[in-house]
């Protein structure tokens, strides 16, 4: 879906929108390192039903975040990776990550997924 600023009333409703729905954010994540075929997404996102993550996918593909790649083989097979656009969030999921890590660390969980930080900040694009 194109965006236009007329429906923000402010840029956390613009990032909400990109980046706000039930797997969109951890989607965005599991592809900083590189590009994924569907199946290694849906293993990483297990919680996922194949329904909300094809969803999430086309949402994110819609408003330019991802890019989606059909390999013409014998089954097709799907690559998903990140656009500029997407690339440039990845300063937004580290601070949501490092946020997240030091919650559940207060909650006494030791879960952490920030290690997958391979990439430097990204300049936002316009």
């Given at each position: 879906m194109k965006?236009?600023?007329?429906?923000?009333?402010?840029?956390?409703?613009?990032?909400?929108?990109?980046?706000?729905?039930?797997?969109k954010a951890s989607i965005l994540?599991?592809?900083?390192?590189?590009?994924?075929?569907?199946?290694?997404?849906?293993?990483l996102i297990p919680k996922a039903?194949?329904?909300?993550?094809?969803?999430?996918?086309?949402?994110?593909?819609d408003c330019g975040m991802i890019h989606r790649e059909v390999i013409p083989e014998k089954p097709p097979k799907t690559i998903y990776s990140l656009?500029?656009?997407?690339?440039?969030?990845?300063?937004?999921?580290?601070?949501?990550?490092?946020?997240?890590?030091?919650y559940l660390d207060r909650l006494g969980a030791g879960t952490s997924c920030c290690s997958k930080k391979s990439k430097p900040p990204v300049e936002p694009v316009v």
């Open positions: 965006h236009t600023k007329e429906q923000f009333s402010c840029p956390v409703e613009a990032t909400q929108a990109l980046i706000g729905g039930k797997y994540w599991n592809l900083i390192k590189g590009p994924l075929h569907y199946m290694e997404l849906q293993r039903t194949p329904k909300m993550l094809s969803q999430q996918l086309r949402d994110l593909e656009t500029p656009l997407g690339q440039s969030a990845v300063p937004v999921l580290d601070s949501m990550c490092q946020w997240g890590e030091a």
